[in-house]
């Protein structure tokens, strides 16, 4: 939420303006004057609980009823409730009221009511400037604390779409890795559409928002940094001076971006950089120490509350939990302002001896719940010990660490830092916003628009450490090229190795020198020292032609080679890549078919195998977890046979990459023969052009929640199998549904009758994602395809090793033998069909291109068919006799495709037949 909302939202007040004013619980107890005499303290509570947490804030409160407030102390709590959360809560009630607490003996909330004010919008900020006005009259104070109770996601706003999986966890919530509320993945640099939304159960649960602060489930809104800058300044001038103390009872955000946004309208702030446990604060023991010590001013309560969180958390009150906590000190603000922009000055000045100082100091930094949220005080020490480092880098790196932390701890911009366990045995208690390179192009627009980035020099830093004024290299990769390109390094082998670089500077060189280094006694030559010329221009990446090895005729199977390769040149950081690679026996091709699997100790892949096996299929294997890659130089082995890929899940290790679909579309495109069998392939492939163009199939949905297909067509008719349970591999947790395409036939249909007859929970493979939205058939219902078009393909939605009986998996796999095997009428069938296909370009191709393809699918198809007649007419007199039928049943269009071919065909065997031989 952006902009301030001025109308007003107070509908169903109770509110009698009277010097005394009784309130009168449910309960039946408690008389509240109002408005109260001006006493020390005011301590505000701005409970935005219109969400999961809300089970929670009859806890909190009560804890404050032990205490409650005094003749010294007030303490006020707005509760914005959504009733949906409230199965383990003594509160049922939705919408929004207000309450005075007052000390009681009962384990249950009995603190009176004093409004009730119906539905009203926590993140809308005149929900809370209209809170600290009505405090202010009725509840007068020498200081102010206003505590906004929620969850919490420091500067940014993160979306639960963007989550892969959430369990709730605290103010907070454990996503995907172990991150926290709205959090990424650790190695988070950039935001990435991960492969469905939450879970339905969670789905429904959380809208999807933008989190900051004061999310409101009910609205649907969530209050950004800058608006809730804006909202502190009118908090300030409602109380006619700064808040005493503001508290952020939510995860993360205790970070520099944050309390900047803060530092106008309060004298300090208190916080997590962290994750918070559900428990929160412990209120019982800040209100103890508080009504003890009225006179304390707000970072003398801020430290009681940073050490009452601590201890209650280290076996204290609320358990054993890791946590840290900190008090800023918003009079040392001008100080770290200018301190953080003398650190960022030195490097931008030294960037060229210091860029990859900073990043190394970067990524051993203490990292929050967020991998871009780095504590600062423990990267500038990192920095500040670092002998590579620059001399005046490192002293304003330390001048900044002392005014952030003071002396010992103690007054500095960072008042007081506590904390338990070895998790934060670094940290200082303030974090910040440092991105990888990728992850600042990411969110460069959005963080732009915080407070901190347009008054500090922090942007720019970030701004020059992505993208540098100078040339600045990095080897992203060493690629290795084997003599028979088969992937196999093997002994006596030549190889080459090709140096990918980019540039992430600003400017280039012409030249640099690449170093290759080895110890391995296996190498002929065990260091090359290579000149490089056309450098990459400023953003782009090069792959360019470096050394050459030669492996010794000794060296043993699976011997490892390790080296080191390191980049220089004029002017450059040098940039070093380590790494190594095995020697393997090269890759024999002795089957008609080629299986492709990733990882054979998978339970899928036994299965599979003995598919083959039982089918009387001899294969090879190729395991991609070994091998490597798909490559196209196997694949072309297999040209006269047929290739089946397994794919099990749409995990990084199992997925197919970009270089494998072109190398299986290439193959494809001179006439191969492939399977793609997998129940996460039609998702992976869902925006890649691959799939329509060449599977001619579209993506429908991820999870159909069907677990019995039946054969289609002249495919298995009829027929019903289970993919779950019995003998096989059991692991289709996932099922695509998919829609075919012109030029695509159904083989299978999932059977909408057996929905939900598998139980998921106990099938193999990995729990990376979560279930299916629709649960049943949405479209066509179609399982797999099949498609004829010069090249065979089939492409299943499902796994084939899942169906659970072995007579049924032997069966299928022979038909796909047959299809993937067609007898000579067949193809020329085949044939006459592509060559009669019209042609017409696309979204992706031109017509041009279509053509090329086309013509080189052809002669491909023709040359094989060619082969195939030479020798199978040597031992069928009867050959010529089928195959010149076969012509005589084409139609007129296909005929008139298929004439070229007709016509060398023709010749061979009139050859064949005078010559009783062919040549």
Not at 144 to 156: R, S, V
Not at 430 to 436: A, E, G, V
Not at 839 to 845: K, L, M, P, S
Request: charged residues 25%.
């Amino acid at each position: 939420m952006n902009k301030f909302n001025y109308k007003t939202k107070l509908p169903n007040v109770i509110l009698i303006l009277l010097f005394f004013f009784a309130a009168v619980t449910s309960f039946g107890q408690e008389v509240v004057q109002m408005p109260q005499p001006e006493k020390e303290w005011t301590f505000m509570i701005f409970m935005a609980a219109d969400n999961n947490l809300e089970a929670a804030s009859s806890i909190d409160i009560n804890e404050l009823e032990k205490y409650g407030s005094t003749d010294k102390v007030n303490y006020v709590a707005q509760i914005d409730r959504n009733g949906g959360y409230s199965n383990q809560s003594e509160l049922k009630w939705s919408g929004t009221r207000r309450f005075y607490v007052v000390k009681d003996k009962s384990k249950k909330m009995t603190s009176p009511m004093i409004e009730d004010l119906g539905d009203l919008d926590s993140a809308d900020p005149l929900t809370l400037t209209e809170y600290v006005s009505w405090a202010k009259e009725n509840f007068p104070a020498k200081k102010y604390a206003l505590i906004l109770w929620n969850h919490g996601t420091g500067w940014k706003e993160i979306s639960p779409s963007m989550d892969e999986s959430a369990i709730e966890e605290g103010r907070g919530f454990e996503i995907g890795l172990g991150s926290g509320f709205g959090g990424m993945p650790q190695n988070a640099g950039a935001i990435k559409q991960t492969k469905q939304d939450l879970p339905e159960s969670l789905k429904n649960i959380i809208p999807n928002i933008s989190y900051n602060i004061s999310y409101d489930y009910t609205s649907n809104t969530s209050m950004d940094i800058p608006t809730l800058a804006e909202t502190l300044v009118r908090v300030k001038g409602v109380l006619g001076k700064p808040i005493e103390m503001l508290g952020f009872d939510a995860c993360l955000m205790q970070m520099a971006e944050v309390g900047w946004a803060a530092a106008p309208s309060a004298k300090c702030q208190v916080g997590s950089p962290d994750l918070e446990p559900e428990r929160g604060w412990p209120y019982d023991m800040i209100s103890k120490e508080l009504n003890a010590n009225p006179e304390m001013d707000g970072i003398a309560l801020g430290k009681v509350i940073a050490e009452a969180y601590t201890k209650s958390y280290s076996g204290g009150s609320q358990g054993n939990t890791a946590v840290a906590i900190s008090v800023m000190d918003f009079s040392r603000v001008e100080e770290f302002r200018s301190d953080l922009n003398a650190f960022c000055d030195a490097v931008i000045r030294n960037i060229s001896k210091d860029i990859d100082r900073v990043e190394e100091n970067r990524g051993k930094s203490l990292m929050y719940s967020y991998s871009d949220y780095i504590d600062l005080g423990h990267f500038l020490a990192l920095m500040a010990q670092d002998k590579a480092v620059s001399a005046s880098t490192k002293t304003s790196a330390l001048n900044l660490l002392k005014t952030i932390c003071g002396n010992r701890g103690e007054g500095g911009f960072v008042a007081r830092v506590a904390s338990n366990g070895d998790k934060f045995k670094n940290t200082r208690g303030l974090s910040i916003f440092f991105p990888t390179r990728m992850g600042f192009n990411s969110y460069k627009t959005r963080y732009k628009a915080q407070p901190m980035t347009r008054e500090t020099k922090w942007f720019e830093f970030l701004g020059e450490l992505a993208k540098p004024n100078m040339p600045y290299f990095k080897l992203e990769d060493i690629k290795y090229i084997d003599n028979n390109k088969d992937g196999r390094i093997a002994a006596g082998e030549k190889v080459e190795g090709k140096v990918i670089i980019k540039n992430f500077g600003r400017k280039t060189i012409e030249n640099a020198v690449v170093t290759f280094e080895s110890k391995s006694k296996y190498l002929e030559e065990k260091k090359q020292v290579v000149e490089l010329s056309g450098m990459p221009a400023p953003g782009r990446s090069k792959t360019l032609d470096a050394f050459k090895l030669k492996i010794t005729e000794d060296a043993p199977v699976h011997e490892e080679i390790s080296y080191v390769v390191t980049l220089k040149g004029n002017g450059i950081p040098d940039s070093t890549v380590t790494g190594s690679f095995f020697i393997k026996e090269a890759f024999s091709s002795t089957g008609n078919a080629l299986l492709i699997f990733t990882d054979g100790f998978s339970p899928a892949v036994p299965v599979l195998q003995q598919m083959f096996q039982d089918a009387g299929i001899q294969f090879d294997s190729w395991d991609r977890s070994i091998d490597g890659d798909i490559r196209p130089e196997v694949l072309k082995r297999y040209s006269d046979g047929w290739v089946f890929v397994c794919v099990q899940d749409s995990t990084p290790e199992q997925s197919l990459t970009d270089d494998e679909i072109d190398a299986i579309d290439q193959f494809l495109k001179v006439g191969g023969r492939i399977v793609l069998d997998g129940q996460d392939l039609a998702f992976s492939l869902r925006d890649h052009d691959f799939l329509l163009t060449r599977c001619k199939a579209i993506f429908v949905q991820d999870d159909v929640n069907v677990h019995v297909v039946s054969g289609v067509g002249n495919f298995l008719k009829g027929q019903a199998f289970q993919i779950f349970g019995g003998d096989g591999a059991n692991n289709q947790k996932w099922p695509d549904e998919i829609d075919p395409q012109t030029g695509a036939e159904v083989i299978f249909k999932y059977e909408e009758g057996a929905r939900d007859i598998a139980d998921e929970r106990e099938m193999n493979g990995p729990d990376h994602k979560a279930g299916s939205f629709t649960r049943g058939i949405t479209s066509s219902g179609a399982a797999a395809i099949r498609v004829r078009d010069g090249y065979r393909l089939m492409l299943f939605g499902f796994a084939i090793e899942s169906i659970n009986n072995a007579a049924q998996r032997k069966q299928i796999m022979s038909e796909i033998a047959d299809f993937m095997k067609p007898d000579t009428e067949s193809e020329i069938k085949n044939y006459a069909r592509a060559a009669g296909r019209r042609v017409a370009g696309d979204n992706h191709r031109s017509i041009e291109r279509v053509m090329v393809e086309r013509a080189d699918l052809l002669s491909s198809v023709e040359e094989r068919l060619i082969k195939e007649i030479k020798e199978a007419a040597k031992k069928d007199p009867t050959l010529k006799e089928r195959l010149l039928a076969s012509f005589d049943k084409l139609s007129q269009k296909e005929k008139k495709a298929a004439a070229k071919i007709e016509r060398s065909i023709r010749a061979l065997l009139e050859f064949s037949g005078e010559h009783d031989k062919l040549k």
